[in-house]
Each structure stands twice: as structure tokens, then as C-alpha cells.
């Protein structure tokens, strides 16, 4: 009900719910829930709703469906609640110790044990406090004075069990509202109900029109659990009295006792399936004689179950109602999910098998929960449960690996030879192969040696050669892009070593002769580039992967200059394609000796070749 418009100008079949710092909103095909998380952004989990083919069945069927919708909804409920719970998982240290011993022993995470024992005790104090807790009151008052149960048939004995039930329910959401959670809650509960009353009166959903709206409304589960408490009673009352359940018939205390909670727990079902339906005839209409019977419903609604909320809150809820209504009307919008913790090998199991779906390396998805937890990969086989501070740093990177863009690219930096090295687009992606190449340097290089690296790149391996060598070895460096030495510059500076860079296309900025020239440069067919992987193909530098029609122009065009830039028994040393070898050696002819060593796949990669 709008403040601003009584009467409602588009119904609509969406509930909701609030839950921890959110809200959920369920619709016909789908059910969003829409959370706040420790730094203050709106995440949204929606799944689509896959009910069994009976729970549909009974769902339409009047009097059965009231009961099969409360079950269902304290299921969907209770594990809303337990998702939203899971995005604020933190524990503290003796939390941890308890998640680890899970994580290794049962592999569950303690948010999974939480739900189960919550189920469990929620189930418990539902039957002690509004079952038991009456009947217990009842006939102790009685014992206490018996001409309660002897006058009037009884009937004061069902006054004073009812009595109870009502103070009992009252008292027990007014007393929870001490706790500052629960009034969180409540908050949320008024933001949703806004959010409803705003869409059904045609009010725009932002936050500012929305908490203009009413956060009473006529579908809310207050009024539910009003009603099934008052139709419990009377109910009960009756069939109870038509048994004759009472001390004339039944002097045992005890069996009397036992006698009434029988009837009352077998008879939850149709109490719930009668209600559902009283809740669903009066919310057709809207009417002065109606509102009679909607009026203690409202009423709890505003002195207990809701309050005003935030704006902040209110976005929550229209973000969660939003996605219902995008959901429902289209059937190919994606599910989502919450970013929370889990289970490592779970998860990472999970991850592995999107990347491979994408046609991903799998091996990423190690190298991401390895940067993203601080581990060794080799530490990955160790079972722990994942926090929700750290899946968060897992799911960015994972979400942008998944556009295909290179790894490393992401990180921003990446480790060659026990130096780190910024990468982007500029330049390639250094590969652990490669830390062999600048290895062989370094065992080469000798006192007072000067070193060339053509075609660096990211300078990853004059850098390395620069810090292993440091007062051994003056090291040069080149490339014929001016980005990439830009980005080189950075790199040796971040690495505290002195590297002397030019520009300019082979050895055409190359002045005077060193003792080793090294370089790791483009040898890839041009007609292989189109079949070689996306990340590579679309990300890295082509002028850093294309060596012409053979893949050999590069090595081709070094075999007519490089005599004229080495030394007296210079060395020339650098990486080649699989099967290229015997074609490159071919191209130097003239030399004293050359050396082939093998990559860490055992193929023939490097070509050292003295002069």
C-alpha cells in the first residue's frame, strides 16, 4: 500500500525474504537474493527454480499446497539465509582451526555443518517454544488450580492455552528484536516489502521513489504466522475438546500431555494448508470488511517484523527484485552466484573444469589460487577451507581469465628466474623455457664479457643475466619496439640492475662487438599464427611471434650481420621452433662449433654457436 495511492496498478506474484545484509525475491521461474558484502558492494546470487514434478503437482492443489509452500519456503529460506551467511564467512583463529580439521577430515565446510544444526534447532525451538512451552504453562496453572479445567466443560483451559500461544509468539519477536542483527534484518524485511508496494503501484524503482512506499503489506509471512497461530488454536481447541482429550476423560497428566502435542503435531499440516488458503483469499481483496482481518497482521508488521530502511538497503532489494523480473522474462540469463568460501579442492576442481569448457589451460586455475592464497602449487594438494575474503581475489581473476585475456596479463607481473617482471600487451609473456636460455648465458658469460640481448621484449633476460652477473657482465639490450623497451626501462629499474637499451630493427641502433649475443626471437610460421592459441594470438605481440613465411627470416637475416657485431670467439646463443634446428644451422655454416640443448620437454630449443 503506497503512501501516495492506495490502490495497486499492477499485482504482482513476486515474495521475498529478507536474509543477512540483503534480501531474497522469489519469482515464478527463478529466485534472486541480493547481498551487501564487507566492502559495500551488492552481490547477486540467482538460481533458477528446478522443483520436483510432485512439489509442482501439490503446489497447485488448495489446501495441500499451503502446506507444501511453508516447507518449501523454510527450506529455500533457511539456505538464502545460510548463502548470504557465507559471504561474511570470516572466522577467527579457533574458527579456522575448526574449518581446517572439517576441510581434512569430511571435507565440508563449516557453514554446511551450521545449516545442518541450524535446521535442527530451528525445527526444536519452534516445537518447544510454541508447542510445548504453552501446553506446559497450561496445565500447570491448572494443577495449581483445577476449577480452571472442571468449569464450563473446560473450556477456560483452551482460553488460557491460547492465551499463551499468542504471548509466547509476541514475546518472542519482540524479545529478538534486542538482538542489533535481527533489527538489521527487519530493516531489510521493510526494504523489501517498499520494493514490492512500489512496483505493484507503478512507482519508479530507484531507492529515492521506493522508500516512499509502504513497508506494510498484505502477503507478508507476519500475517501468515498470525493466522496459523490463531486458526492453530482454534483448531486445535476444537478437535482436542471433539476427542475428548481432557482431565474427565484423561486424569493422567502425563498422557494428557502426550495425548494434545499428538494432536497438535499431526495436525500442523492441515492447519497450514487452511491457513495458506485464508492468506491468499484475503489478499484478493482490498476492502474496508476485509481489512478488518488483515488489520493484526499490519499491525505486527509495523510495531515488530519491519522497519525503515536505508537507501542503501532499499538498492539491495530492488536489485534483487530486478533480477527476478529479468529472469523470469527471459530463460537464457545466466544463473549466479555468490562469492563465498568453500572447500579448496572443491573448488579448484570446479574452476579447472570452466577453464577447461573454455578451452582454457587448467594449469591457470593453479597458478590463480596460488597467487590469490599465497601458496606453493605444490601446497595446493593440501586440504583447507577457502575464506570469502580470499575466493573474492580468486573469482576477479578467474572472471577476466575467462575473456581469454592472458594470465599474466591480469597479474600484471610474473616471476623469470627469480626476478619479477611487469608484462602487458607490449611485450611477451616470458615461458619457463626461456629462464633456460638466459641460464646458458649466465653459465657462459665470463670476467669483463659484454652481453647483447636482441629482440628482450619485456628485458626479462638481460635482466636476469644483469643480476646474476652484476660486476662480471656489461649488459645491452634492444628491440625494435619502442613500447617495449619503454616497459624493459621499468623492469630494470624495478630490478635494481644496470641495463644499457636502444631501439631499432635487428642490429640497426648496434654499435662496437660483444662477446654474447643472446636473443629469443619471432619464429612462428605467419601461416601458423591463425592456429596457435587464442590468448596468444589475439593478446601477445604478433611482431614478437611472426618469423615470416618458414618462421626463419629472423635467423636468416642474423647469419648475413652477426659476424660483424661479435667478438673474437663470440658466442651466439638463442631459442628456436620445434623441428628448426637443422634448417638454422644450415644458415651458419661457417663456425667453429655449435651446441644444441633441449628444453624442459626434452625438445631441441636453444642453439649455442661459436665463431
Known amino acids: 500500500m503506497a503512501k501516495k495511492d492506495k490502490k495497486k496498478k499492477c499485482g504482482t506474484y513476486i515474495g521475498g525474504q529478507a536474509i543477512l545484509e540483503g534480501v531474497m525475491m522469489v519469482g515464478k521461474t527463478c529466485t534472486a537474493s541480493a547481498v551487501r558484502d564487507p566492502e559495500g558492494k551488492i552481490q547477486i546470487e540467482a538460481k533458477r527454480n528446478n522443483s520436483k514434478n510432485w512439489v509442482k503437482r501439490a503446489s497447485k492443489i488448495p489446501f495441500v499446497r499451503g502446506t507444501v509452500n511453508l516447507f518449501s519456503s523454510l527450506v529455500r529460506g533457511t539456505k538464502a539465509i545460510m548463502r548470504s551467511a557465507a559471504v561474511y564467512g570470516e572466522d577467527d583463529e579457533e574458527g579456522g582451526k575448526v574449518e581446517k580439521w572439517l576441510a581434512e577430515k569430511f571435507k565440508v565446510g563449516i557453514m554446511d555443518v551450521v545449516a545442518a544444526v541450524s535446521v535442527v534447532l530451528g525445527v526444536v525451538l519452534a516445537v518447544g517454544l510454541f508447542i510445548i512451552l504453552p501446553r506446559l504453562f497450561t496445565n500447570l496453572l491448572i494443577k495449581a488450580f483445577p476449577v480452571i479445567d472442571s468449569a464450563y ?181 545466466p544463473e549466479t552466484s555468490f562469492v563465498t568460501g568453500g572447500i ?118 638481460a635482466i636476469a643475466v644483469a643480476k646474476a652477473c652484476k660486476g662480471k657482465a656489461t649488459v645491452f639490450a634492444s628491440d625494435v619496439s619502442d613500447a617495449a623497451i619503454m616497459l624493459a626501462k621499468e623492469n630494470a629499474k624495478l630490478n635494481g640492475v644496470n641495463v644499457t637499451f636502444t631501439v631499432g630493427d635487428l642490429f640497426q641502433s648496434i654499435h662496437g662487438r660483444y662477446n654474447i649475443i643472446v636473443c629469443n626471437p619471432p619464429y612462428i610460421k605467419s601461416g601458423d599464427i591463425p592456429k596457435i592459441q587464442r590468448e596468444v594470438r589475439e593478446y601477445e605481440p604478433r611482431v614478437a611471434l611472426d618469423g615470416g613465411e618458414d618462421g626463419l627470416e629472423f635467423y636468416r637475416r642474423m647469419s648475413r650481420e652477426v659476424k660483424s657485431y661479435l667478438a673474437k670467439d663470440g658466442v651466439l646463443i638463442f631459442e628456436c621452433g620445434e623441428g628448426q634446428v637443422d634448417a638454422i644451422l644450415k644458415l651458419f655454416p661457417k663456425r667453429q662449433y655449435a651446441m644444441v640443448l633441449k628444453d624442459l620437454a626434452g625438445v631441441d630449443r636453444f642453439l649455442k654457436i661459436a665463431f
Open 344 to 461: 579448496l579442492s572443491k573448488m579448484l576442481a570446479d574452476t579447472k573444469k570452466k577453464f577447461k569448457e573454455k578451452g582454457i589451460d587448467e594449469s591457470d586455475a593453479e597458478w590463480i589460487y596460488c597467487l590469490s592464497l599465497g601458496i606453493k602449487r605444490s601446497e595446493l594438494t593440501k586440504e583447507r577451507t577457502v575464506r570469502p575474503s580470499e575466493s573474492k581475489k580468486i573469482d576477479e581473476l578467474v572472471t577476466k581469465r575467462m575473456t581469454g585475456r592472458p594470465l599474466w596479463y591480469i597479474v600484471g607481473d610474473t616471476d623469470f628466474c627469480g626476478v619479477k617482471i611487469k608484462v602487458d600487451e607490449r611485450v611477451l609473456i616470458p615461458r619457463p623455457e626461456t629462464e633456460l636460455l638466459a641460464d646458458a648465458v649466465i653459465k657462459t658469460v665470463e670476467q669483463g664479457d659484454k652481453v647483447l640481448d636482441m629482440c628482450t621484449g619485456s628485458g626479462c633476460i
Open 153 to 333: 466443560g473446560g473450556v477456560f483451559t483452551y482460553v488460557l492455552w491460547g492465551a499463551f500461544k499468542f504471548f509466547i509468539f509476541l514475546g518472542y519477536l519482540a524479545l529478538i528484536l534486542l538482538l542489533k542483527d535481527i533489527r538489521r534484518l527487519y530493516m531489510y524485511h521493510g526494504a523489501e516489502h517498499k520494493t514490492i508496494n512500489a512496483y505493484e503501484h507503478g512507482m519508479p524503482l530507484t531507492p529515492e521513489s521506493v522508500k516512499n512506499a509502504s513497508r506494510i503489506h498484505d502477503r507478508c509471512g507476519t500475517s501468515f504466522l498470525f493466522i496459523v497461530v490463531l486458526i492453530n488454536v482454534l483448531v486445535i481447541s476444537l478437535v482436542t475438546w471433539g476427542l475428548g482429550v481432557t482431565s474427565a476423560n484423561i486424569p493422567n497428566g502425563v498422557l494428557r500431555f502426550l495425548a494434545q502435542l499428538g494432536v497438535e503435531i499431526v495436525l500442523l499440516p492441515v492447519i497450514a494448508g487452511f491457513s495458506y488458503e485464508v492468506l491468499k483469499f484475503l489478499a484478493k481483496f482490498d476492502n474496508k470488511f476485509v481489512n478488518i482481518f488483515k488489520i493484526p497482521g499490519m499491525l505486527l508488521q509495523k510495531g515488530l517484523t519491519t522497519r525503515e530502511p536505508d537507501e542503501g538497503m532499499i538498492e539491495v532489494a530492488i536489485a534483487a527484485f530486478n533480477k527476478v523480473l529479468e529472469m523470469d522474462a527471459d530463460p537464457t540469463v
